[in-house]
């Protein structure tokens, strides 16, 4: 049956890395299965038991599965109705001196929850760096947009100003905590190593004739050889599988960050203030050809929600593992695992794609603070006339007739805010008519935040990304398939 006759899933087909899709690919999970069948007999043979060294090289010769060995393996499982025996077959087939010694001592969960354990160590590891050049590009718009005033909103009502660089920190703050909740997780996670049928280690205690010291160093051997620094020191047949719930609620937290993010973009683009990249040939709506919907954004949104509702998955199988283990964990986690990262490095990409393409438009931005702004500097314009002579109460009162005056404008004819015209037009303000423009300069209603900008990024943004500087410099911009 060719793709266009089966489902696909559109998180690989459609929006993934060919890198994150690769590592949850079938070939890199079988062939990973054959590694460490591999390095289980380099280790065994280390410690004394009686392996043919031409094993070990024919099992080395045959590491990466081709479309036929695929196949054959197909056909063995349909038989046999199990998975790892199937490749184990297989295997033995290409590697006939090793055959008798595949698997030895070992259980499936060896295979399949070891390189679970890889794949989740290399899935971060494609994650961290690329949520690290979100930061970088977010932490460059903030840098250029510390001074640009703009509106603050609570409750999606106008609000005192801030500037657009400060917001975007509000943005960058979330990565950075969710890059070093991931680098936590990535860094807490162990391997399996060699434990047996129900985690004692009795098969591999009788192929060292009851020698503990050996099966001990078989276990960090195992571990060592793959790229680990240290196995858990009890399982049953699998991990815990509370060590998914550690790494995947990184992982949908930083859905919830790329959700605000992105839900921000979308309310600035309905406000004509900011917009996501727009290209020359992009339709927006097929039968409003003006529109220019925020699709990238809206991707995030969606993705985001998905991200944060599948780690709930591993919240329950976590919590139905019988005793030792049970199997209603597998097909469940087969969907789960990847899907997660898989949905991690699509909003990965995509908030980069958006971050490098950011759109500003600084005349809506200036309109719409001066739409506002003139309520907002009304206790500023009652401490000018105070100073120069005039009444408190009676400045209060003349503001606030005027005031409301302007706002009937605004709500019931549709016009313009002509407050400050109105402030003018009044004798009784005229000691500090000469005082109103600088009374109604944005840049001094900001307070603080351009310096906080420059003190973010130079105190938590700068040290957060010196890991990654390497990478980040050989970064490109990113392009979306679709």
């Known amino acids: 049956m060719s793709d266009l006759d089966s489902y696909q899933t559109p998180l690989s087909s459609r929006y993934a890395s060919k890198e994150m899709s690769k590592l949850f690919s079938s070939g890199t999970r079988f062939g990973t299965w054959r590694q460490l069948w591999l390095t289980l007999a380099i280790a065994e043979k280390e410690l004394g038991l009686p ?10 010769a045959n590491l990466v599965l081709d479309a036929a060995q695929m196949e054959e393996a197909a056909i063995e499982e349909k038989k046999r109705r199990h998975d790892v025996m199937a490749h184990v077959h297989v295997f033995g087939v290409h590697c006939p001196t090793a055959a ?19 794949f989740l160590r290399d899935a971060c590891d494609i994650i961290l760096p690329k949520l690290a050049l979100v930061i970088q590009r977010f932490a460059k718009f903030a840098e250029q947009y510390k001074d640009l005033a703009t509106l603050g909103w609570t409750h999606f009502q106008p609000a005192q100003l801030t500037t657009v660089g400060k917001r975007c920190t509000l943005w960058i703050q979330e990565l950075l905590w969710d890059l070093r909740n991931i680098q936590r997780a990535r860094d807490d996670i162990g391997f399996r190593g060699v434990k047996g049928t129900t985690g004692t280690q009795a098969s591999f205690l009788a192929l060292f004739d009851g020698d503990h010291d050996k099966v001990e160093a078989l276990d960090e051997l195992v571990t060592k050889l793959s790229g680990f620094k240290s196995a858990y020191p009890v399982t049953g047949q ?42 020359k ?19 995030v949104c969606s993705l985001a929600r998905h991200l944060m509702v599948v780690q709930q998955n591993t919240l329950m199988t976590a919590s139905v593992q019988w005793f030792e ?5 597998s097909a469940n986690r087969r969907v789960v695992i990847p899907e997660a990262f898989l949905c991690a490095d699509i909003l990965l990409t995509t908030l980069q794609n958006v971050s490098e393409g950011l759109v500003v438009y600084p005349a809506i931005i200036a309109r719409r603070i001066r739409q506002e702004l003139p309520f907002m500097a009304t206790e500023n314009v009652i401490m000018a006339i105070v100073k120069a002579g005039g009444d408190r109460q ?70 957060a990304l010196e890991p990654y500087k390497e990478s980040l410099a050989k970064a490109t911009k990113v392009e979306l398939t679709v």
């Open 51 to 60: 392996i043919p060294e031409k094993a070990i090289e024919e099992m080395k």
């Open 100 to 118: 008798p010694i595949i698997h030895l001592g070992a259980t499936s969960c060896y295979v399949t929850d070891n390189a679970d354990l890889i």
């Open 238 to 279: 699998t991990y815990s599988r509370k060590v998914d719930i550690d790494v995947l609620q990184p992982l949908a937290s930083f859905g919830a960050t790329a959700h605000k993010i992105a839900t921000d973009i979308r309310l600035l683009a309905n406000l004509k203030e900011i917009e996501e990249p727009f290209e």
């Open 281 to 299: 040939d992009q339709i927006g709506s097929s039968a409003m050809a003006y529109k220019r919907n925020p699709m990238r954004c809206e991707r």
């Open 325 to 329: 283990r049970t199997l209603d964990d």
């Open 394 to 463: 009676e400045a209060h009162e003349q503001i606030r007739v005027l005031s409301h005056q302007a706002g009937r404008v605004v709500k019931e004819e549709g016009g313009e805010n002509d407050l400050i015209a109105r402030i003018r037009a009044t004798p009784y303000f005229a000691p500090i008519h000469a005082e109103l423009d600088s009374l109604l300069d944005p840049s001094t209603f900001v307070g603080r935040a351009p310096q906080q900008v420059d003190r973010f990024l130079r105190d938590f943004v700068a040290p």
